[in-house]
């Protein structure tokens, strides 16, 4: 019998990425929580797997000559499980360039930049004491992430999906992109990705995958709250000296 994948998790669009995958390859998963507010990605056990203490990652006990395999980083999970199931991951070469390429773009353009949005948005302080301060910052990030929807929207004018068929490169924009419009962004101006989320949402596969861990899920605490330092502390100022202490003092 199969054994399940154990997928390293935390409902955000990161984590999203895995469970949706894992769900549209049919693959047998339990998830094991890293509750990121509380400071779970610190822990020995899981920085042993994903030393950028940070979640996604996953342990496949059948990986390669059967043996386990542990992957960090999100593209190289998506690309693993897509080389493990030849499923949408084409194996002709320039397919696969192509689909590299939107994936790619999407940890090294969405991730961060929707991520900083998001940052600026719902955790920075000054949005309490001064939010006056915050505000290039705030700009910045949104006019990143118009920026980059305004390059999938002509992306995707003469096509259904970012390479080729339905991929991975969709899989793992699409939990951010979805979410586009908290970051002030009208989708009316964006009418193919509008179409592409809601081509992609209807898959049920995608809904599955969408609802893991729904019970983890909660709103970003208020600002100023306790949740919000607990979460603040755990997640921001992280250094490579404060990162090492965190690691100590979980051992
Ligand atoms: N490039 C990474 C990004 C993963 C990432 O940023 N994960 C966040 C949650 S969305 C995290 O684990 N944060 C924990 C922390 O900041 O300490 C990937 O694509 O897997």
Same mark, same amino acid.
């Given at each position: 019998?199969?054994?399940?994948?154990?997928?390293?998790?935390?409902?955000?669009?990161?984590?999203?990425?895995?469970?949706?995958?894992?769900?549209?390859?049919?693959?047998?998963?339990?998830?094991?929580?890293?509750?990121?507010?509380?400071?779970?990605?610190?822990?020995?056990?899981?920085?042993?797997?994903?030393?950028?203490?940070?979640?996604?990652?996953?342990?496949?006990?059948?990986?390669?000559?059967?043996?386990?395999?542990?992957?960090?980083?999100?593209?190289?999970?998506?690309?693993? /499980?897509?080389?493990?199931? $030849? !499923?949408?991951?084409?194996?002709?070469? =320039?397919?696969?360039? +192509? *689909?590299?390429?939107? %994936?790619?773009?999407?940890?090294?353009?969405?991730?961060?930049?929707?991520?900083?949005?998001?940052?600026?948005?719902?955790?920075?302080?000054? /949005?309490?004491?001064?939010? $006056? !301060?915050?505000?290039?910052?705030?700009? =910045?990030?949104?006019? +990143? *992430?118009?920026?980059? %929807?305004?390059?999938?929207?002509?992306?995707?004018?003469?096509?259904?999906?970012?390479?080729?068929?339905?991929?991975?490169?969709?899989?793992?924009?699409?939990?951010?992109?979805?979410?586009?419009?908290?970051?002030?962004?009208?989708?009316?101006?964006?009418?193919?990705?509008?179409?592409?989320?809601?081509?992609?949402?209807?898959?049920?596969?995608?809904?599955?995958?969408?609802?893991?861990?729904?019970?983890?899920?909660?709103?970003?605490?208020?600002?100023?709250?306790?949740?919000?330092?607990?979460?603040?502390?755990?997640?921001?100022?992280?250094?490579?000296?404060?990162?090492?202490?965190?690691?100590?003092?979980?051992?």
């Amino acid at each position: 019998m199969t054994q399940p994948i154990e997928l390293y998790f935390w409902p955000t669009p990161n984590g999203l990425k895995i469970s949706i995958a894992l769900e549209e390859m049919d693959l047998p998963y339990v998830l094991k929580p890293v509750a990121i507010g509380k400071g779970d990605q610190f822990k020995p056990g899981f920085m042993a797997i994903s030393p950028n203490n940070r979640m996604p990652a996953i342990i496949d006990p059948e990986g390669p000559g059967g043996q386990p395999i542990s992957v960090f980083e999100s593209a190289a999970i998506l690309q693993y /499980l897509g080389r493990k199931t $030849g !499923r949408f991951y084409p194996s002709d070469e =320039r397919q696969r360039i +192509e *689909v590299d390429e939107w %994936l790619i773009w999407q940890v090294a353009n969405v991730g961060p930049m929707f991520g900083q949005a998001s940052h600026f948005r719902n955790y920075a302080p000054n /949005l309490v004491d001064d939010p $006056g !301060r915050i505000a290039y910052a705030v700009t =910045r990030y949104n006019n +990143e *992430v118009n920026r980059l %929807l305004g390059v999938m929207e002509l992306r995707l004018a003469d096509r259904d999906f970012l390479a080729g068929d339905y991929s991975i490169a969709d899989i793992a924009t699409y939990p951010w992109v979805k979410i586009a419009h908290v970051f002030n962004q009208d989708m009316a101006n964006f009418p193919q990705v509008q179409a592409w989320i809601d081509r992609i949402a209807a898959r049920p596969a995608v809904k599955k995958g969408a609802a893991a861990g729904a019970e983890l899920r909660r709103r970003p605490p208020a600002p100023g709250s306790a949740e919000q330092k607990q979460a603040a502390k755990a997640l921001f100022g992280q250094t490579a000296t404060s990162v090492r202490d965190a690691v100590k003092s979980n051992q």
